[in-house]
């Protein structure tokens, strides 16, 4: 079975910084995809970003960028110039090629410092 | 963006009672959904995949008799607690894979349950 590991419950940062939050999964399938997640208070999952495995180049979508390490199954999500509105749970996910449910990490608690 | 609506947001019922939530995609077709459960500054924990006209496939250590899944069109899912204990108050929250793209998956807004 696939895991997701988020080894950070919870991290802060002062505004306009720059903060990294860690996912390792584990999986035998060569084909997958990777996901970061954001959930406010509202509880409403909104997609960060997205990665397929079979593509080298990182994702990057305008503040937030991954580091995705295939052979260290290591896909960490990086959020420059930090803004008050990203405070929120962040979830790395993992989904199978064969189109599964998403496995999710316990998440990453983020605290924006004004 | 599309959009995946669940009904009720929030709901009390008592204990041994039955209790649904409907899951819809608003402008789009979904031959899959999937609905999750999620305690309190918890994960999302698959319950199970839902495939239109089929069986839903549950999770290991989901009891299928108790959270009865069905997803009688391409737009509608629907997960019924069946004799509901405390225990299974939570926040339940489904998502949808547009049939077009077949890569895309939307989240619903999720549903608050609390059995008293």
């Known amino acids: 079975a696939q895991t997701v590991t988020q080894s950070q419950p919870e991290m802060s940062v002062q505004e306009a910084e720059t903060v990294t939050l860690s996912c390792t999964y584990d999986?035998?399938?060569?084909?997958?995809?990777l996901f970061w997640y954001k959930q406010p208070p509202s509880r409403q999952m909104i997609l960060v970003i997205r990665?397929?495995?079979?593509?080298?180049q990182n994702a990057t979508e305008n503040r937030f960028s991954v580091n995705f390490q295939k052979a260290a199954k290591s896909f960490s999500l990086k959020i420059s110039d930090s803004q008050l509105g990203d405070a929120a749970m962040y979830f790395c996910?993992?989904?199978?090629?064969?189109?599964?449910?998403?496995?999710f990490g316990k998440g990453t608690h983020l605290i924006i410092q004004p | 963006g599309a959009v995946v609506s669940q009904h009720p947001s929030r709901v009390i019922c008592k204990s041994g009672t039955s209790v649904k939530i409907e899951c819809r995609s608003l402008?789009?077709?979904?031959?899959?959904m999937f609905w999750y459960r999620q305690f309190p500054k918890q994960s999302l924990m698959l319950m199970a995949t839902?495939?239109?006209?089929?069986?839903?496939?549950?999770e290991q250590g989901v009891e299928k008799d108790k959270f009865l899944i069905n997803h009688a069109s391409l737009t509608l899912s629907t997960l019924t607690v069946t004799s509901a204990h405390p225990e299974d108050s939570s926040f339940y929250i489904c998502?949808?894979?547009?049939?077009?793209?077949?890569?895309?998956?939307?989240f619903g807004e999720g549903s608050w349950l609390t059995v008293v």
């Open positions: 990665q397929e495995a079979y593509k080298q």
């Open positions: 998502s949808a894979r547009d049939i077009r793209t077949g890569r895309s998956i939307y």
């Open positions: 839902s495939n239109e006209g089929s069986k839903a496939t549950y």
């Open positions: 999986t035998s399938e060569s084909d997958y995809y």
């Open positions: 402008d789009f077709q979904a031959t899959t």
């Open positions: 996910a993992y989904r199978g090629g064969g189109a599964d449910g998403l496995t």
